[in-house]
């Protein structure tokens, strides 16, 4: 744990060194570089199995670790954000929202979130203008107030810069010492990664780097802003996604490449029999077979046959079945995260009861950190353009969207029941103002009216056609006698009947 500013002390603080090193195995992880990641795994597989006597991998590469983390970026952002502030101010926010790609930043975050436990947001003033950063945390060092986890004196961010200076490549280190309201820059000659000579501010100019960026007139806080996973009141970092699932994982990948290699070894069986099954070679009276696989077994009449593995393959189902289970439960993902076992049309109350840990998990990643932490994002970055802001608040979309059909039914049940206004099921179902939703029942009635007035008309039409064909037999009734009876009325007659 840092306690003060002086960087020369990374390489004897042994919590960064370990908390670094872990990161550093969690990209590989993420990355899908299982050489590096199981390292002492691989090469047991390798010495066991040479690469040259199988046509099986030694290890099969299942990254479960990237699918993970991509399933919950999705899960937390893709249904978007929305952030709104002071209402004059809401059309600024939205400008450096846009011009920052603010959504992309987020996802980044989410992304080192996830694989390391951690995740930075950075926020910047450039040419006048905030610009909002996404920063790995594997440069980032807090620094605590005599080790309180609760006092913070501030951040150190260090970043590798190289130059070429007449055809030889010289390495150097960027330190960043962020206090509140203003950064000190430093240069550091690095060589194999160790903190050489501090650079003067002279010789600081040609990275275009000032010793002090004082920003207190606009924002007096820090310009980091970490996010976490849920983690316990003694540690200050998070926990990755990737900790508790680990070996899980590589046992998955162990147990698929194993059988793959025994798969593999008997897809070409072997053949044992007999030397008299064998071909006599002319040239040398030794009795041969072309397959170099074949076993002499027993003594004349002995009937050849192939060599073949019981795989049992239920029970290999069974083993792997169990392992990816225990993924499931280990990362709260359920195997329709990853598009399995996706029966038929589910509704939006199925797919709840699914994902519920998943849910409560993304719940839990809002509340920890994530939306206090951008709203202290557009704090500053609204004061650094000078455009300080009282209120934030943060609206996140739903991870899994509203079942359209089952909110129609639900407020039709409401409405018929009487517990539910037109007017309100109009405001929820098409989600306007209560203005907006008179207006549409207004519309509503009287489209009811002009529909009942047409079908009164139809009927009243219906009903003078009734009379007129009484009169019109009555008529009829009296041609017999020969009165009012012409040529005319006795055609339409028979064509009546």
Avoid at 135 to 149: A, H, M, R, S, Y
Wanted: one cysteine or more; hydrophobic letters at 35%.
């Amino acid at each position: 744990m840092f306690t003060n500013f002086d960087v020369k002390n990374t390489k004897y603080d042994t919590d960064t060194i370990q908390r670094l090193s872990d990161y550093n195995d969690y990209r590989n992880l993420y990355e899908g570089d299982f050489n590096r990641a199981f390292n002492s795994t691989v090469l047991k597989i390798r010495k066991r199995y040479p690469l040259d006597n199988t046509t099986a991998q030694s290890l099969i590469s299942i990254n479960l670790f990237w699918a993970l983390t991509d399933f919950f970026k999705g899960f937390l952002t893709n249904q978007g954000i929305t952030v709104n502030v002071d209402d004059k101010l809401q059309n600024v926010w939205d400008e450096i929202a846009k011009d920052n790609n603010f959504i992309s930043v987020l996802k980044e975050v989410y992304i080192d979130n996830s694989r390391f436990g951690n995740g930075l947001f950075k926020v910047a003033l450039e040419n006048g203008k905030a610009k909002i950063f996404s920063v790995c945390p594997d440069c980032w060092i807090p620094v605590f107030n005599q080790g309180n986890l609760n006092d913070l004196l501030g951040h150190i961010l260090i970043y590798p810069l190289e130059i070429i200076e007449n055809g030889v490549k010289k390495q150097f280190k960027k330190v960043e010492k962020h206090y509140r309201g203003y950064v000190e820059n430093e240069i550091w000659t690095s060589n194999n990664g160790e903190f050489g000579r501090l650079l003067t501010a002279e010789e600081m100019k040609q990275f275009n780097v000032s010793e002090v960026d004082d920003f207190s007139e606009y924002w007096e806080d820090f310009l980091v802003f970490p996010t976490k996973n849920t983690t316990e009141s003694d540690s200050y970092f998070g926990e990755s996604d990737y900790k508790r699932c680990k070996s899980v994982v590589e046992e998955i990948m162990l147990t698929v490449s194993q059988n793959s290699k025994i798969i593999n070894r008997h897809a070409n069986p072997k053949l044992s029999g007999s030397e008299q099954n064998l071909e006599m070679n002319p040239l040398t009276n030794e009795r041969v077979f072309p397959d170099t696989d074949f076993l002499k077994v027993g003594t004349d009449g002995v009937k050849p046959e192939y060599i073949t593995a019981d795989l049992q393959a239920d029970a290999i189902q069974k083993h792997i079945d169990m392992l990816m289970n225990f993924f499931y439960i280990l990362t709260k993902t359920p195997p329709q995260a990853y598009g399995l076992d996706i029966a038929g049309n589910m509704s939006g109350e199925s797919l709840r009861k699914i994902f519920i840990a998943a849910l409560s998990k993304v719940d839990d990643i809002k509340q920890v950190s994530f939306t206090s932490t951008i709203q202290k994002v557009v704090q500053c970055a609204m004061a650094l353009n000078s455009t300080s802001v009282e209120s934030v608040n943060i609206a996140w979309g739903e991870p899994i969207p509203a079942d359209y059909s089952e909110m129609v039914d639900t407020e039709n049940s409401r409405v018929s029941a009487g517990t539910q206004s037109k007017l309100t099921t109009i405001m929820t179902l098409d989600n306007v103002s209560e203005e907006d939703a008179m207006a549409e029942l207004e519309r509503i009635e009287l489209e009811k009216s002009e529909k009942m007035s047409l079908k009164d008309a139809l009927q009243q039409m219906k009903k003078d056609d009734g009379t007129e064909s009484k009169s019109e037999s009555l008529s009829e009734s009296q041609t017999p006698s020969g009165k009012d009876f012409d040529e005319g009325t006795g055609e339409q007659l028979e064509q009546k009947i």
